[in-house]
């Protein structure tokens, strides 16, 4: 059973960056697809950025395009969310999900709990 487990929330600045990590256990990612997304308080979840099995990535929300990336290394079975010229609204839980194969546009199978993270002005 694929297990993920999100990590590098915190506080940032305006401005700033962060890293978030997307571990998982159980299974090899190698065949899997990944996703970030975000519910920030009071408003629906959204998708941030998605990558595919073969490396290709997708991107969910306008809002952090030219901001935020995403990379995977299979060799540690992680997936991270660069994310920066944060910004106050980027506040939100962060969540890691996965889906077996290499489709970015169906529904994730697998969610983390999420991490948090709050931009401060």
């Known amino acids: 059973q694929l297990q993920l487990v999100e990590s590098g929330g915190g506080l940032g600045q305006r401005g700033g960056s962060l890293r978030l990590s997307c571990a998982a256990s159980?299974?090899?990612?190698?065949?899997?697809?990944i996703g970030w997304f975000r519910q920030a308080p009071g408003k629906e979840r959204e998708g941030v950025l998605c990558?595919?099995?073969?490396?290709?990535?997708?991107n969910y929300a306008d809002s952090v395009k030219g901001r935020f990336t995403i990379s995977r290394d299979n060799a540690k079975n992680t997936v991270y969310l660069q994310m920066n010229s944060l910004k106050p609204e980027d506040t939100a839980v962060y969540y890691c999900?996965?889906?077996?194969?290499?489709?970015?546009?169906?529904?994730?199978?697998?969610w983390g709990n999420g991490t948090l993270v709050t931009v401060s002005s």
């Open positions: 999900a996965a889906r077996y194969g290499s489709s970015c546009l169906r529904a994730m199978d697998y």
């Open positions: 159980g299974v090899t990612l190698d065949y899997y697809t």
């Open positions: 990558i595919s099995r073969s490396g290709g990535s997708t």
